[in-house]
């Protein structure tokens, strides 16, 4: 049996879900060395490799937006252009080594760090066929989550779990919410076009629907604006009533986390007082002290 260490980490029991999956090619060698160089973080060389990785992806989505900027563009155009591509090449070479060193490429290719890598350097392919494409580079962004690897934060996606569970069984109130707010989107939307028609901007009932979603979020762009003392009416009340219901989501949401949040409750029957909700270490009934049964027993 191996131990810690000396590769295959399919043997190591203390190896991470990512280790796992992901195993390298070669048990020693230098697809090896490529592959603890590009996925452990032991070392210092390790550790130095992911750091730089991480400006290098810093400085590359810093390249792509100054190159929309006009006035840097008008001027900077070309160097911004080949640094990109030097960029989109050392990235295209760190993404072929990553699938030459572990075991299943098409396994990686496939995960969520080999798309995001993928996506990463796409971009600049594609501009070659579609102008203006490689804007899209900004994506790169995205790999800046293997900061979280890296420096140990692997912690936080526990937090970021109760945060997704919460939302998860908070799923069906919101979506009744949001069958509500489409409803009442349509009905304003055509209110308002019946109301206004065409003269005012309400050309359509689409249209009036998009002055309902505007009007409702209380952000009234002003680019359509009843012109009517009724539509001016029908306006304040839905304004009054985008003030009322911004705050639901926000409770149903709340209420679930603060569910998630809360201390698991042990439900057994105490033998001598019969209350049956207790805290989930407890040996002994919190009202009346005497010791509680192992597991509720079966009818």
């Known amino acids: 049996m191996s131990q810690r260490g000396d590769t295959p980490e399919e043997f190591d029991p203390q190896a991470s879900v990512f280790e796992r999956d992901f195993l390298p090619a070669r048990p020693s060698g230098l697809r090896n060395r490529f592959y603890r160089l590009l996925f452990h973080h032991e070392t210092a060389s390790e550790r130095n490799f992911d750091l730089a990785l991480i400006?290098?992806?810093?400085?590359?989505?810093?390249?792509?937006?100054?190159?929309?900027?006009?006035?840097?563009?008008a001027r900077w155009h070309h160097w911004l252009m080949i640094a990109e591509w030097v960029f989109t090449v050392l990235f295209t070479i760190e993404y072929g080594l990553r699938l030459w060193a572990v075991r299943r490429p098409l396994r990686y290719a496939t995960s969520f760090f080999g798309v995001i890598d993928l996506l990463a350097i796409l971009p600049s392919y594609l501009s070659l066929i579609f102008v203006g494409s490689q804007y899209l580079l900004v994506i790169r962004v995205l790999r800046l989550l293997r900061v979280f690897r890296v420096l140990k934060l692997v912690q936080y996606s526990s937090e970021a779990g109760v945060l997704i569970t919460a939302l998860a069984r908070s799923r069906r109130k919101i979506a009744v919410f949001v069958c509500t707010l489409i409803t009442i989107v349509i009905i304003f939307g055509a209110l308002m076009y019946v109301i206004e028609g065409p003269e005012h901007g309400f050309t359509s009932i689409p249209t009036g629907m998009y002055w309902a979603v505007v009007t409702m979020g209380t952000v009234g762009f002003g680019d359509i604006s009843p012109g009517t003392p009724l539509g001016r009416f029908i306006t304040s009340i839905l304004i009054l009533i985008g003030y009322s219901i911004i705050a639901v989501p926000t409770g149903i949401y709340t209420a679930e986390l603060a569910s998630t949040l809360r201390p698991r409750r042990r439900h057994v029957r105490c033998r001598e007082c019969g209350l049956q909700d207790h805290e989930q270490e407890s040996w002994h009934c919190r009202r009346c002290g005497s010791g509680l049964p192992l597991e509720e027993p079966t009818q």
């Open 55 to 73: 400006v290098t992806i810093l400085v590359s989505v810093i390249v792509v937006l100054l190159d929309s900027e006009p006035s840097i563009k």
